[in-house]
C-alpha cells in the first residue's frame, strides 16, 4: 500500500488483500466493524469498498458457496460474495458492501424482513448447512454461572420447563433452513430498498420460531411476540400454527436464545459480557411474565 495509508491489519492474509483491490482498487483506508464476532473489516479502495470475513468452520463459505444462488432466486436477498477462499485454517470471504442499517423503526415485525424470511423456511432442496440448535441441561447450568438472582433453584426450575416444551414442540428438529442470526443488527437496505441479511455463519436446519425470536429486540415481550407470529403468517410463514400458539413457540424459542448466548463464549468478554450482565439482571423477571403452558 502507497505512504499514508493505513497498514492493512496483519490477521489479512496479503492474498487476501490483493484479492480484494482487485474488485475495489488499492487501499485506502480499512475500518474494523462492530459486533460480537470481531471478525469482520471494510476495505475501502478508489472503486468502492468491500467487507471481508474469516469463517473458521467454513459453514459461511458453504453457504455462499451452496445456497446462496438458489435462496436469491427465492426472494432472499444476501450479500454478493465475490471471494470464498481457503488459506491456512480459515475461509475469507470478500463480501458486498451493504451500508445503510435496517432503520430502528423497522426492527419489531416488519413486513418485508418477514417476508424474507418466510421465503428462507420455505425453500427446499437447499444446502443445509452445519448448525443445528440444541438446548440440554447443561447449557442450562452453564447459563446460570455468575447470575446474581437469589432464588438460583427457581430460575432452574422454570427454565428447565421451558426446555422440555421445547423439545415437545419440535423446536430443535430439523424443520427447514434457518438464518441462524437473524437480529435487527444483522439487516441492511440495498439502494432499492429491499432487505438484506448478512451473517449467514449460524446458517442450518430448525424451527422457524428460532430465527423469530431472534429477530425481536432485547427479550420481548407477550404482545411483540404475538405481533412477530402474526405478521409471519401473513407473509407466508410455512408453518402448521396458529397465531397462539406460534406465539408461544416464539416465547419459548426466546428463552433458549437468552440461554444460548449466556453458556456461550461470545458473553464472556467485552460488549457481550456486558450485554449477559444486563440479562442475568432481568431474566429472573422476565421469565416470570411468561405464562405456564406444556408443563
Not at 168 to 174: A, H, I, N, T
Not at 211 to 232: C, H, S, W
Not at 268 to 278: M, N, Q, S, T, V
Request: with cysteine.
Amino acid at each position: 500500500m502507497a505512504a499514508g495509508r493505513e497498514p492493512r491489519p496483519p490477521s489479512l492474509p496479503s492474498s487476501v488483500v490483493a484479492r480484494a483491490e482487485g474488485i475495489v482498487g488499492p487501499i485506502e483506508r480499512v475500518e474494523r466493524l462492530g459486533g460480537l464476532s470481531g471478525g469482520v473489516v471494510r476495505l475501502i479502495g478508489a472503486a468502492g469498498s468491500i467487507l471481508v470475513k474469516a469463517d473458521p468452520d467454513g459453514n459461511e463459505a458453504g453457504f455462499y458457496r451452496h445456497a446462496a444462488g438458489a435462496l436469491s432466486r427465492a426472494g432472499v436477498t444476501t450479500p454478493h460474495c465475490h471471494v470464498a477462499a481457503r488459506h491456512g485454517q480459515a475461509w475469507w470471504l470478500l463480501l458486498e458492501d451493504v451500508p445503510t442499517p435496517l432503520p430502528q423503526g423497522r426492527w419489531l415485525a416488519d413486513p418485508a424482513v418477514l417476508t424474507v424470511l418466510a421465503r428462507l423456511h420455505s425453500s427446499t432442496n437447499v444446502w443445509s448447512g452445519s448448525f443445528r440448535p440444541v438446548w440440554s441441561s447443561a447449557m442450562t447450568d452453564a447459563a446460570l454461572v455468575g447470575t446474581s438472582e437469589p432464588s438460583l433453584g427457581q430460575l432452574r426450575e422454570a427454565l428447565g420447563h421451558l426446555r422440555r416444551e421445547a423439545e415437545q414442540m419440535g423446536l430443535f428438529e430439523p424443520r427447514s433452513p434457518i438464518s441462524g442470526d437473524p437480529n435487527p443488527l444483522n439487516w441492511g437496505l440495498h439502494s432499492d430498498g429491499r432487505p438484506v441479511l448478512y451473517d449467514w455463519a449460524r446458517y442450518g436446519l430448525g424451527h422457524p420460531a428460532l430465527d423469530l425470536a431472534i429477530t425481536v429486540p432485547g427479550l420481548g415481550q407477550a404482545e411483540e411476540f404475538k405481533t412477530v407470529a402474526r405478521g409471519y403468517l401473513a407473509a407466508g410463514g410455512p408453518t402448521d400454527l396458529g397465531v397462539d400458539r406460534l406465539a408461544r413457540a416464539i416465547t419459548i424459542a426466546k428463552a433458549w436464545v437468552l440461554v444460548e448466548f449466556l453458556a456461550g463464549p461470545a458473553r464472556r468478554a467485552g460488549e457481550g459480557a456486558r450485554i449477559g450482565d444486563r440479562i442475568r439482571e432481568r431474566i429472573g423477571p422476565w421469565l416470570r411474565t411468561i405464562p405456564a403452558g406444556g408443563r
